[in-house]
């Protein structure tokens, strides 16, 4: 698996588990403040897009994963 599948998947999967813990319809709801962190994901991506810079990114290369 690449880095940048990798990040797609990771992200993906954060916002999902995050709008599941914060939109009071989910039975999954505990407190409407992990929609923040949804935020914070979204606020992450829209600046990669621009910079082209990803602290997770950056890690997994560190860790030696796949460009390519």
């Not at 990040?7 to 999967?13: T, V």
């Not at 923040?36 to 997770?56: D, E, K, M, V, Y």
Request: glycine share 8%; with cysteine.
């Amino acid at each position: 698996m690449t880095i940048e599948r990798f990040i797609r998947i990771f992200a993906g999967s954060l916002v999902l588990v995050t709008l599941a813990l914060g939109v009071r319809a989910s039975p999954l709801f505990v407190s409407s403040d992990f929609l923040w962190l949804t935020a914070f994901i979204g606020l992450n991506l829209l600046q990669s897009g621009f910079t082209r810079f990803c602290p997770l990114e950056a890690v997994l290369k560190k860790a030696g994963m796949p460009t390519h």
